[in-house]
């Protein structure tokens, strides 16, 4: 969704808001290209909350409504975990915390074609983009990015996958990098995927250092920045 407005609403960014809270009033803008997220609607001149949570923005031009919540709403264009529910001749079915299963084309891979489909066990776990969420349809995905490259999306094997609030994988994919993966970070080497819809992989050399990855983060959520690096260190500490 996007609209044509002037300003920002920078003054509520990181603050709490709450459904029908106005946080843009575009009656007063100059044109400018932003896009909204979940959590906020369009009312004619008006943008408005739809749930409770922390106005978010990222640059260069998209704000949403943040909310520690375990249920998922998909929406076009994120990163997302997914687990392979079953298999069809033309789609696989993939559970994303969603709503409705999604569905995964069989082509839908780079460079995609019948001679090359990929074979995928039922519980393999994927790194998808969410290309299509329109309300009472199926979620579509592809396992590329929006130039039909397969990037960083595709099968993550081994590994430890776990669930948690999407309020969190959001702190997780912050920029700057959140402090407790800045500080694990400097330390410890590991792999990392993290899923708008709740869902997070960690993958290292050892299954103790994959584990203290694991619980650093799941630790994290609650704490401010200053907390999550001192949490971390302290783990740290333990295993020198």
């Not at 575009?26 to 008006?46: A, W």
């Amino acid at each position: 969704m996007e609209s044509k407005l002037s300003g920002s609403a920078t003054n509520l960014v990181d603050q709490l808001v709450y459904p029908g809270d106005v946080v843009l009033d575009l009656s007063s803008m100059t044109n400018q290209t932003i896009k909204l997220g979940g959590g906020l609607r369009q009312d004619s001149d008006v943008i408005s909350v739809m749930k409770a949570g922390r106005l978010r923005f990222s640059k260069p031009n998209k704000y949403w409504v943040e909310s520690s919540q375990k249920r998922y709403v998909p929406h076009a264009e994120d990163s997302v975990l997914g687990i392979v529910v079953d298999s069809r001749s033309d789609n696989f079915l993939v559970d994303i915390k969603g709503p409705a299963i999604a569905f995964l084309p069989v082509l839908a891979f780079e460079g995609g074609t019948r001679r090359n489909i990929p074979k995928f066990e039922v519980g393999a776990l994927l790194y998808v983009r969410v290309v299509k969420a329109n309300p009472g349809m199926n979620p579509e995905l592809s396992c590329t990015d929006a130039s039909g490259k397969a990037g960083e999306f595709g099968a993550l094997k081994e590994g430890y996958m776990f669930e948690c609030s999407t309020g969190l994988s959001r702190m997780l994919l912050s920029s700057p990098t959140c402090p407790v993966l800045d500080t694990l970070g400097k330390k410890l080497s590991f792999e990392i995927a993290v899923g708008l819809n709740g869902r997070v992989w960690v993958n290292a050399s050892s299954p103790s250092t994959t584990i203290i990855v694991a619980n650093a983060l799941i630790n994290s959520e609650p704490l401010s920045g200053v907390q999550q690096k001192i949490m971390a260190e302290k783990l740290l500490q333990r295993v020198q």
